[in-house]
């Protein structure tokens, strides 16, 4: 209950915008709210309410670090930036990990055996509008999109990206690069349209209720060394060179579409 | 001569050029506005006031942040009444003070106010909330609102929108508690195109296309949508726990779903949902009549049932291909989902003529 009480007055503080230290020994901190400059944080992160990365601002997290992302009490109905769940919004730049460290882990906060186990209110990490985002060795999990990129860049270095909803959603001009990147157990993998650019260099697609890679019209694909495993659909697109590709156990490995998309 | 006196006193106030608001200032007696006036700080219409905006006005907010959310401050706070009638030759413009950016300035602000505030023919850009409104009554009329963060925004209200342009916000239209009858208006280029909860809203001859998000989302809300053009959004049409009378709709090319209900019920008459990316209709734990309409040439399929109970559809085309079972995704194909039932496909490809699109939209 206590915990609640300093969650709403959180919540009620429309811009929290300074990271708060919660323990002097351990480094736990607590996020949400619009950040300005640069914040870095390390270890513990409580992703409280929403966080929004203005135009200018950058967020560090550094290699090691756990980001748990609660879910909010408040009937968050109207979404403040463009989810009902909390969000992290990023229009600067975001920096997640580093190569050749630590990992960082991304997930949602669930007390085992509360009312919420089972399920997230976890939206994702959204780049939009020129914002920029680096992930090397990370982990992104349980989000309803783990990463979309709507007019915005994301670069990815040995990261997994499972048991999301969507794993990414390239719209809008997104641009997603990836190297050693897995993408696993969701609805979908990877949405892509509206003339976003998807590069993955060496890649596994694996294991999506629905399809593993959904590319609409205009989406310019770049697709080398990728497995696309155990999906219901394995691809779903048009004109695509599939020579690189090495499709396994999908229900069905290649589908052609009619041209739609915003 | 008292009685001259009291006239005066009782008669409107008329602002004229560069009329100037500075700080927190309230406006106590009806006043008239025409020409530029310009809003630095926060200005009130108390109750049972009217404010009166004369064609061709510009109204300017200055930029203030003073807690560096990115959103400006400064803004029309009207508690009484609020009548700006442009007209086609001389628009009203509220606008920023400076190169704008959606969010320069704060929002037209309506909180419990009774009377109708009416805007026609005026051009509301780069605000944080280009209409906001608790508990209040608005009409807007062949207007435009681009550029801001959201272009309309209320709850507990009823407001009718006709013949608007609601155009590149980051949002659309979101609102909650309220009634919304929404005419002839295009809703175009945001993330969320008109998203609701627990309210009433009727659609009529409305274009809502590529938005990245959902064209309409309806979260415990009752929807009437008649003619509406809704298309190259992400999702078309959503709606959960809701119920829809939607007939005579274009849902085509979105780039996921074209409609997609969840325990929902609804009648889905002569509409138009082909060329979807996934999938025409998905549909979980719904009720309600599925006929009449064009299903025809959806990406992967036309109909997915995600919900455990069967699902009945009534006569519809499917497009030239006679093998329906391929077209649908349900019960043969996973276990864990109900089947799909439906009457023998129509003959031909039904007569459903595009909606009209918005008059400023036809180009």
Redesign the interface.
Known sequence: MVYRLGLLLCLLL??C?APRQTTGQANVFELA??L?GETVLHDIVHLVADV?V??GARLVIEPGSTILVHSTDSTK???EF?SSKVELLVEGELVVGAAGAEPVHVLPYVTVGSEDAGETGWAGIELIAGGVGRFNNVRLSGAETALLV?GASAVLDQVVVTDNRYGVIL??GGRFSGTDVLIDRGETGI?C??EGSLDIRRGNIVGHD??GV?L?PGCQTVLQEVEIRGND?GL?GSAMETGRIRFVDNRVDH?Q??E??? | MRLLLLLLLLAPVTAWAETVYRGEQTLWQDTVWEGEILIDGILTVAPEVRLEIRPGSVIRFTRNDTNGDGIGEHELFVQGELLALGTAEAPIRFTAAGDGFPGFWGAINMMASENDNRLEHCLVEFAYRGFHAHFGRGKVRDSVFRHNRRAFQFQESTVSIERCRIVDNFNGIQFRDSTVRMVESTVRGGNWGVRCVYSDIELVNNLIEGNLANGVSLRDSDLVARGNTITRNRRGLYLQRSRGEIDGNWLQGNAEHGTFFEESDINLVGNRIAGNGRAGIRWIESGGTIVGNDLSDNGEYAVINDGSDEMSIGRNWWGKSSRVAGLVRDQSDRADVGPVRWDAPLPQEPDLPQPPIPKKDRE
């Open positions: 429309t811009a915008s709210g619009v300005a929004r203005p135009v109905i109207d979404p463009l709507s719209q809008n949405l349209w509206g629905e399809e959904v609409g659909l779903v589908l579409r009619v739609v998309g915003p």
